[in-house]
């Protein structure tokens, strides 16, 4: 039975939980979204809140006995909750319809194969093609992606290419076997600027002219401000606020969403001005908090915020945020001027 709203990827209540010595980690905490055909959506927000564990739990790469996704927890492909899948269907699903590109590519490619075997090899298994052909699709795939002398490349091996040239090898294996669904779990990071405005360009380039659905993880919102058509910003394990990317940019609801905006250096800034910074740490996951996760280091934070978790509040068009400043009791409280009154 197909998904009445007919979104390629619903991911509702997911809950993953890693069990390490200290005791149970709840790094994903009740997380629901949905990604259409050919969209781009971006999560973004700090290190350790559950984006790239959300990523993972997509892929199917949460493992036992230390990662557990929880029971009620439901990820729809097309209708279909991939964590029923048998272990062919898995097969089907992984590198097939759906793609990952990692942030390391150094850790991910194999360093004791050639690209070109890396890249002919996904193409062997989902497209049951020969070997030959899977050798001559290589080179096109790294001509796609703008490997010069591509011919000559597919026989090298991961270190013999620089930074952005081993991301562009991996955006090849991931685009190869054109999947539905790309994920890129921070893909510009460790590279410098110009090679990540390339590497994004390519991504943006493919996704439009192969109609995939991406899913950008992202700490940097600067990165999706030309890629992402929504946004969800997470924190502590939840998402706090999500919307279109023109909501969170222009009228964003959630004071963790401000802070975010507002920690993101600016050319405008006068020399030596300092630079916005979110004060505080992250609540420690082993131990949540009953309340608002962002209480601990919100401006704004009242008695109600550390007591309980806030329900969504919907505004116009899809955008909604779980803060307590917008219950009808809520003292008024203006957004923060991003632009520096210009």
Not at 23 to 47: H, P
Not at 103 to 115: E, F, G, H, S, Y
Not at 150 to 165: I, L, N, T
Not at 189 to 212: M, N
Request: net charge neutral.
């Amino acid at each position: 039975m197909m998904n009445e709203k007919k979104h390629i990827l619903e991911v509702k209540n997911l809950k993953v939980s890693y069990h390490t010595y200290a005791g149970e980690v709840k790094s994903v905490r009740g997380v629901s979204f949905y990604l259409d055909k050919g969209e781009a959506l971006a999560i973004v927000g700090e290190s350790g809140c559950g984006k790239s564990v959300t990523a993972k739990a997509i892929m199917g790469l949460i493992k036992g006995p230390q990662g557990e996704i929880k029971d009620g927890s439901e990820i729809l492909y097309n209708g279909s909750n991939i964590l029923k899948y048998n272990k062919s269907k898995w097969k089907e699903y992984k590198g097939g319809e759906c793609a990952i590109i990692f942030q390391d590519a150094l850790a991910a490619l194999n360093p004791t194969m050639i690209v070109g075997k890396q890249i002919a090899e996904n193409l062997m298994v989902h497209k049951q093609m020969s070997k030959q052909e899977a050798a001559k699709e290589a080179v096109e795939m790294l001509r796609l992606v703008g490997i010069p002398e591509p011919e000559k490349r597919v026989e090298q091996y991961p270190h013999e290419f620089s930074g952005g040239m081993r991301q562009r090898v991996m955006i090849a294996i991931a685009f190869a076997c054109d999947p539905n669904l790309l994920i890129c779990d921070e893909p510009t990071t460790a590279l410098d600027v110009t090679i990540q405005g390339q590497i994004l360009d390519i991504i943006k380039d493919l996704q439009k002219k192969r109609e995939v659905s991406v899913i950008m993880i992202t700490h940097d919102l600067g990165v999706v401000a030309n890629i992402a058509q929504r946004i969800a910003v997470m924190y502590s394990g939840m998402i706090v606020e999500s919307g279109s990317a023109k909501d969170i940019f222009y009228t964003p609801k959630h004071p963790y969403t401000w802070a975010l905006i507002q920690s993101v250096p600016r050319l405008d800034l006068e020399n030596k001005q300092t630079l916005m910074s979110i004060p505080g740490t992250p609540p420690d996951l082993l131990d949540p908090p009953v309340g608002c996760p962002f209480s601990t280091r919100c401006s704004y934070c009242m008695q109600i915020c550390r007591e309980a978790m806030p329900e969504a509040t919907e505004f116009e068009d899809g955008h909604q945020a779980a803060c307590w400043l917008h219950h009808p009791m809520a003292p008024k409280v203006d957004m923060p001027d991003f632009r520096g009154g210009k």
